[in-house]
Structures are given as structure tokens and as C-alpha cells.
């Protein structure tokens, strides 16, 4: 691990414990190191903040090939999965005070929208194939994509998720499930 990589790996663990409130001292502390030589790196909290929100999308996109690459899942199987990959290592982060980004931090914030809303190739490439398989009603792709943008750039932009005591994974994969399920071939059709 290189050294930027040892610093956002312990600035996420300072955002895990102390949320946007960690200061350069507390990633100092967390990593054994002085603040000197985090400087040497980050000019500042912002371009700290900058690099994490590329460093977590990097690994989450990691995850989704390897989701996309995996000959043992089914189509849908891998639409769930991908719609909701976070890497084990994540599974923890406190995505839900990101919505403190907008305020404090307008360009990082700019960042994660922009990251939210690009890199679907793999997942528009699965539910094409989704509905080429039948597995899924046809769909037009925009309006799903849309949609899950929607829902998350709201967890994102409230606080939503500290006041209903929802983690992020625990709201990810409720929206996956009502996507999911709304768009998932039914074997047997109930007839009124």
C-alpha cells in the first residue's frame, strides 16, 4: 500500500468514528504518522476529501467487474449484486452523514453526484441482457437508472437515514429490492 492509499484507508477510518468532524490530528494519530506528512500528500481536508470520494468509487467499481465477471451468479442475481456492491471492507462506512457534504463541502459533494452518475456501462450492459433473457419486464434503462440515482443522491442530500436510525447498507438494499422486485419476471401471475 502506498502511502496516499494509507492515508485514505485511515482517513475512512476516522470518518467511521468521528464523521466529517475528524481533523488531520486524528488521521496523524490513527495512522502513527505526523500531520507533516499528510500535508506532504493533501494540501488540505478538502483535497483529502476530494481524493477518498475517487478512492471508494474506484473500489466499488473493482467490486462491481468482479460481479461482472462471475460465471456462477445468474443475470438477476448479478443486477442485485451490482446495484448494491460495496466492498466488504465498507460495509461499515457511515455513508449516511455524507448529506453533511453539500454544506461544508460543495465540490466533494459535486464529486460524489458525478461519480453516482456515470460508470453504469456494466450495469445498463445486465439489464439489457436481463430483458433479452426475460427475466425482467422490458424497462426503459434511463428511467431505472433515474431512479436509483434519485434514491441515493437523498441519502446524500438528508439526513434521512441518521433520522429514521437506517444505516446505508440496510437503505441500498431496500431500494435494490423495490427495483428489483418491481421489475422481476413473475413465475405465476395472479389473476383478479
Known amino acids: ?14 470518518f467511521n468514528q468521528k464523521g466529517l468532524k475528524f481533523t488531520m490530528d486524528d ?20 483535497a483529502l476529501f476530494l481524493a477518498m470520494v475517487d478512492y471508494l468509487f474506484d473500489r466499488i467499481k473493482e467490486s462491481e467487474n468482479e460481479i461482472l465477471q462471475n460465471e456462477k ?6 443486477i442485485r449484486k451490482i446495484l448494491c456492491v460495496l466492498p466488504e471492507s465498507y460495509q ?13 463541502y460543495p465540490s466533494t459533494y459535486a464529486k460524489v453526484e458525478e461519480r453516482l452518475e456515470t ?21 426503459k434503462i434511463p428511467i431505472v437508472k433515474m431512479m436509483f440515482e434519485a ?17 446505508y447498507v440496510d437503505a441500498l ?14 413465475t405465476s401471475k395472479i389473476e383478479g
Open 151 to 167: 434514491a441515493l443522491e437523498q441519502f446524500f442530500q438528508r439526513d434521512i437515514l441518521i433520522q429514521n436510525k437506517i444505516s
Open 27 to 46: 488521521i496523524a494519530g490513527q495512522l502513527g504518522m505526523s500531520k507533516k506528512t499528510i500535508y506532504t500528500v493533501f494540501r488540505d481536508k478538502e
Open 92 to 104: 461499515k462506512v457511515d455513508f449516511g452523514q455524507l448529506y453533511l457534504l453539500r454544506g461544508k
Open 1 to 14: 500500500m502506498d502511502l496516499k492509499e494509507t492515508i485514505l484507508e485511515g482517513t475512512i477510518q476516522a
Open 119 to 139: 460508470g453504469w456501462e456494466g450495469t445498463i450492459a445486465l439489464l439489457q441482457q436481463g430483458m433479452e433473457e426475460g427475466v425482467i419486464h422490458p424497462v
Open 173 to 186: 438494499q431496500e431500494v435494490v429490492d423495490i427495483l428489483v422486485d418491481g421489475i422481476a419476471e413473475r
Open 73 to 78: 451468479m445468474t443475470t438477476l442475481e448479478k
